[in-house]
């Protein structure tokens, strides 16, 4: 048997208890929890096949009682002893992508984003649409290339036109971004025709990953009238190994900024659940920006609600994530295009001036949030550029 | 042992042999092929577990060499004896989702329908988008809400603003309509980084069905800007039950129209793939239009590349829809927005003046196209509106 220590300061203390998929060599994936520099087997160490699979989809479907016996049945067994097959050190382990996704949903959530966004995208123009205010404006994104922190991002090829040139040409994109978002991972769903309430979130939701939305902003702003993003997102979208149980949040729960004009009934929330979220971004081990998640304007439960308003249904593994995260200020962008307005403004990188993306660059995103005992974290997406490659064209 | 009867004139002879998944009360739902009035269980006639399963899905994966042996095999078996217990009259049995739904993506492809809906949704501006004839524009749906024809469709509420109100209110959707199109099915995908050609399309496509993809008109045109439709579309796609094989549709292959500019080279094409599919949709039991798939003017080759040139990876099962087919003539529209002028000009059903769904209505969309040997059908994909609910509001 094994006494886990959890060093003074973790980020990975008995408050947060991620839960992730990991293999060591030779071993098939299964759901172990982190607890300080460690993972533990849950299948081996709660004697539970349901962690003994490749996701954590069948123990998310169990539903919110057993999450919240699960958590306590963990913090227990590591107050005591663990049995030694059940230890192994975070950096022995290799961590796949923690769930199936199901549906993914990107919203769009910053005031400061969606402002800047439109200044850039749609100059002279009033920023902001005029659906703004009322809704959580999001879109449906590609499920099947989300991939876990640590895949390597071969940057995208398609049809760009600069507002100079008479017509698109096809070639590498040249304006790669990141977007660093939450990302809300649905454990149990709700049949077509019951939407959830802003009151539903905490039941349905089983926790929240770190997002980067990979964005080829040249391809984006020409394909995207008048049905949305496509091809300039749909190559990649990275998340963190590690999800962090919506029931180590509880710390962190902080009104949404005030919403004027007033919403809708059903977006109207009798319990806060915007987020206490520091997000760090680093370029090239250089931190650029720390955006501030408690200033999105949605919160994470107001997104579930007005997705399934319409009586569409949720599915377990559904992940919806708030879009990018900008706060005020300029260091607080959580996208390049915004950091340097459009590529005009470039920011220093290692004594470099930077604009957008080039090959070999990493970008890596971090994140802390206050929890019931010290600070939690959520780990890290990272991923590093690779060249395009000339396949098939 | 039974000789199945294909009767003269049928639209499921041997040159059609849709897969579909099918149950007859008290047993589990598998896969069978529709051959004139019957239903073969091919676990049963073939002796192969890959049918046993509750989708095509895993058929799928086994890619195209196995696709054209099973179609051959099913051709000699049913050309003699077929063991009893494998056959099923076509009214007995319940049809069910012919497979998983992965990635769910509807295009936009139809020249005289987005014509018109930039008419009817930008009103004074050039009805088609810069970037329309460069690229088949296309967005994500959600792939969790496809259901198999004969699922009755609850009408949804959600935000609707009419310009002339000076704020959105909550309510049922006033204008709900329907999409006539026709949807393509990923047999075999590719990995992340592996676009796919023009060429590979009859390799990595196993079939097609019929699509309705129910549209709430108000709930859209309030929400769409600037990151596409989503709650006006996600409450419910419904697909037929019979996926015609793509084997079947060589008889159906038609050049696309004229396409001008030329396209980049990647969506060129070397052999045509426009499809001679006539669409026929009767409202309350009358036929109110009929869309040519031939008038579109982006094939599913040419989707199929664009949707993976940028490194996008396509999984089996993964749905693509073409948009609404809607050809020149005002009876050739295949949503009611365009064939009512945006409700203007009512079609008369049954003896009354009609604009948008009321609940109750009941929508059938067929279609047929030239087979090997006589005319192929593509059976029916089949809806009706019930009342909204109002649970949880």
Known sequence: MTTIDIPEGSLYGLGNLPYGVF????????VGVRVGDSVVDLAVALGDDVFARPSLNAFMAQGYDRWVEVRSR??????GD????????????????PFEVADYVDFYASEHHASNLGRLFRPGAEPL??????????YHG????????GTDIVRPCGQRKAPDEDAPTFGESRRLDIEAELGFVVGTGTPLGSPLSTADFPRHVFGAVLVNDWSA???????YVPLGPHLGKSFATSISPWVVPLLALEAARVPTPPQEPQVLPYLRESEPWGLDVEFAVSWNGQEVSRPPYREMYWSPAQMLAHMTVNGASARTGDLYASGTISGAAKDQRGAFIELTWGGQEPVTVNGEPRTFLLDGDEVTITATAPGAAGRIGFGEVRGRILPATEAKR
Request: charged share 20%.
């Open 23 to 30: 293999a060591t060599p030779g071993t098939a994936p299964r």
């Open 74 to 79: 963990i913090g227990d067994l590591v107050r």
């Open 82 to 97: 663990v049995p030694d097959a059940a230890v192994f050190a975070v950096g022995e382990v290799e961590l796949h992508l």
């Open 129 to 138: 649409m005029p659906n703004w205010k009322h809704l959580p404006v999001g």
């Open 142 to 149: 590609r499920a099947g290339t989300v991939v876990v922190s």
């Open 217 to 223: 902003r040249d391809i984006q702003a020409w394909e």
